[in-house]
T-cell receptor
Framework: KAGVTQTPRYLIKTRGQQVTLSCSPISGHRSVSWYQQTPGQGLQFLFEYFSETQRNKGNFPGRFSGRQFSNSRSEMNVSTLELGDSALYLC???????????FGPGTRLTVT | DQQVKQNSPSLSVQEGRISILNCDYTNSMFDYFLWYKKYPAEGPTFLISISSIKDKNEDGRFTVFLNKSAKHLSLHIVPSQPGDSAVYFC??????????????FGKGTKLSVKP
């Protein structure tokens, strides 16, 4: 099976702009979670989607949002970008009630 | 407040010897623990996991031990190989019930295995 894919891999944006990141889960996986990785805070949970519904949300401002489509693909959006949003954004998928999540390669976002 | 802590930022081990990576947690509601390995410019790769009802799980060269009373788990790699050099993350799930889609990660330990 193909793994989790994320596009784009690298992105440079300017403060105040918005950005949309995309994630395609492993075939058959209906749960998609998003994480932000920064040197200072480590890996932090953003939100989880299952069957097109947000099932869980981390402690991030409302500028961070996401959605899931009927084919389980997911997008996350960050509006009004700030310098502190520069990070590696990771998407992970899993099967049903399993605990093990499988990660994509990430999107490296740089905000200037 | 860090709920999952990896107190050693780095560890250096000789090839062929045992690597022991440690992780402590504070939330007694966690019911499942996972270890991930991460190479630069790649996403984390799932290694091994353990349910809170067990105290040991083994998979090849990797063994995870869980001590619930001490809220401590460890990952043993035997024998260590240069290809094991990576950052290892401990993660926990279940604190908030429900979907298990929310993993709480430690800050990671960078393992260097020297030939």
């Amino acid at each position: 099976k193909a793994g989790v894919t994320q596009t784009p891999r690298y992105l440079i944006k300017t403060r105040g702009q918005q950005v949309t990141l995309s994630c395609s889960p492993i075939s058959g996986h209906r749960s998609v979670s998003w994480y932000q990785q920064t040197p200072g805070q480590g890996l932090q949970f953003l939100f989880e989607y299952f069957s097109e519904t947000q099932r869980n949300k981390g402690n991030f401002p409302g500028r961070f949002s996401g959605r899931q489509f009927s084919n389980s693909r997911s997008e996350m959006n960050v509006s009004t970008l700030e310098l502190g949003d520069s990070a590696l954004y990771l998407c992970a998928s899993k099967q049903g009630a399993a605990y093990e999540q499988y990660f994509g390669p990430g999107t490296r976002l740089t905000v200037t | 407040d860090q709920q999952v802590k990896q107190n050693s930022p780095s560890l250096s081990v000789q090839e062929g010897r045992i690597s022991i990576l440690n992780c402590d947690y504070t939330n007694s509601m966690f019911d499942y623990f996972l270890w991930y390995k991460k190479y630069p410019a790649e996403g984390p790769t799932f290694l091994i996991s353990i349910s809170s009802i067990k105290d040991k799980n083994e998979d090849g060269r990797f063994t995870v031990f869980l001590n619930k009373s001490a809220k401590h788990l460890s990952l043993h790699i035997v024998p260590s190989q240069p290809g094991d050099s990576a950052v290892y993350f401990c993660a926990a799930s279940g604190a908030y019930g429900g979907s298990q889609g929310n993993l709480i990660f430690g800050k990671g330990t960078k393992l260097s295995v020297k030939p």
